[in-house]
């Protein structure tokens, strides 16, 4: 009995017990949650009728790009029990990679606010099209993106890439990729990585491998006939007049989809995120106006993580931007919603401008002001396809670990130096954060 009670308190005491947490607490929810609803019926019972082959072809050509993906779904939704292991899996992968990619191995205190963090994406979003369906075509994407950036960061330190990692990681590149916001994204942060570690004379032959290997996934996609068609018989069911809209039209649609999606409903990643940044630049900072900058987009966040009841008349006109937010046609915009898009909008400004200011004129800071736009413009991909207001909260998946990331990478490199008492405080804060997500998804489940 001593003996297990010894080896429990190691384990507590171990840097890694905050993903423990994260592993019983993900567990837990998986327990209540199956296969069943939306596309999982579809995908569990592809293969009873049909080869693997027979069924990939078909789907190629008529319907979607993502067959690697799809050939891991159509297998895995077959067995309950083991998309539920699988999908633990892959929550714990993603945690682990952006712990290794902030660089917090071995921060008890980072590692408990990646994990938190994790507890407090609202994880509803991940069933709305079929739990099953929705996760393995967006959080194991997600969780081999964050693994496949891995050896960039062993780059960036000045280590070699090993040859096992090296193949993990392009496979992973792969698989990732394989889903059109993913390779969106990974193209366009790669290029930037490399560009980067070109400059400095650190690039390594399988990191740009990984690059092109996302380029090719991302050429696959735009000249698969079955995107094609599936866009053409999207717009006929959900957007008739999709096809009057011109590029700046979907654009700004995109761009009203996003901006509501963060400040219209309660967004507690982007809470994260701004107040870790507020804080970073009030201790570097004695400026007021640089203060003044980080808190306009910590206040609006916290302001939109209040209960609407509190704030009727203000942020509802932002929401009906995203159904009469184009600017050719439909209903007039009033001078409210304008208003309403414009400081939504500078709070964005103002979160990349105080990133700048926090981090300076670093090759770090412009990284990750970058980082910000392509993981807003990953949600505002959905403004460029006719399935804008029927898609679901789910296409923003990037859009929200990025906060996560952005906010930790704060944390690990302002805010590690807290006393105890303030440190504490604020795990605390995000805990209650985490616990009233969980507690939302936990109602969306019974319900």
Request: proline fraction near 3%.
């Amino acid at each position: 009995m001593r003996r297990l009670a010894r080896v429990a308190k190691r384990a507590y005491a171990s840097d890694y017990f905050p993903y423990f947490v994260l592993l019983v607490t993900m567990a837990v929810l998986h327990c209540f949650i199956g296969l069943g609803q939306g596309d999982d019926g579809f995908f569990s019972g592809a293969l009873d009728r049909q080869g693997i082959a027979d069924y990939l072809q078909l789907r190629y050509s008529r319907w979607t790009s993502r067959i690697l993906i799809e050939a891991v779904m159509v297998t895995v939704l077959r067995s309950a029990l083991l998309w539920r292991v699988l999908d633990v899996a892959a929550l714990l992968t993603l945690a682990l990679s952006l712990s290794r990619l902030i660089g917090a191995r071995r921060s008890r205190t980072t590692n408990y606010l990646v994990c938190l963090g994790f507890m407090m994406y609202p994880f509803a979003h991940l069933s709305s099209a079929g739990w099953g369906a929705t996760t393995v075509n967006y959080l194991w994407p997600g969780a081999a993106c964050a693994f496949a950036l891995i050896p960039y960061k062993k780059a960036v330190e000045g280590e070699r890439v090993g040859a096992k990692l090296g193949a993990a990681a392009l496979a992973a590149t792969l698989f990732a990729a394989n889903a059109e916001q993913f390779a969106f994204f990974l193209v366009c942060l790669m290029a930037a990585l490399n560009a980067c570690l070109i400059s400095r004379g650190k690039t390594q032959p399988v990191l740009l491998l990984q690059f092109f290997a996302a380029a090719a996934m991302a050429v696959f996609a735009l000249t698969c006939p079955g995107n094609a068609n599936r866009i053409a018989e999207e717009t006929a069911r959900w957007f008739p007049g999709f096809g009057m809209l011109g590029f700046l039209d979907r654009a700004y649609l995109g761009a009203a989809q996003t901006v509501a999606y963060i400040f219209a409903t309660p967004n507690r990643l982007f809470l994260l995120f701004c107040g870790a940044l507020f804080v970073s630049a009030w201790r570097k900072h004695e400026s007021v106006t640089v203060r003044c900058v980080a808190a306009l987009p910590f206040v609006y966040s916290v302001f939109a993580n209040v209960p609407a009841n509190l704030y009727r008349g203000v942020l509802p006109e932002l929401q009906r931007l995203t159904t009469f937010g184009l600017p050719s046609g439909g209903e007039a915009l009033s001078a409210t919603r304008y208003a309403v898009m414009f400081i939504a909008m500078l709070s964005l400004c103002f979160a990349g401008i105080s990133l700048i200011n926090v981090y300076g004129k670093t090759k770090k800071g412009a990284l990750f002001v970058f980082l910000l736009l392509i993981g807003l413009a990953a949600g505002a991909m959905t403004g460029f396809l006719p399935t804008a207001y029927a898609s679901g909260l789910r296409t923003y998946f990037i859009t929200d670990m990025v906060f996560l990331f952005l906010g930790c990478s704060l944390v690990e490199d302002f805010l590690s130096g807290l006393a105890p008492v303030p440190r504490r405080l604020l795990l605390a804060a995000v805990a209650v954060l985490a616990a009233l997500s969980l507690h939302q998804t936990f109602l969306v489940i019974a319900a």
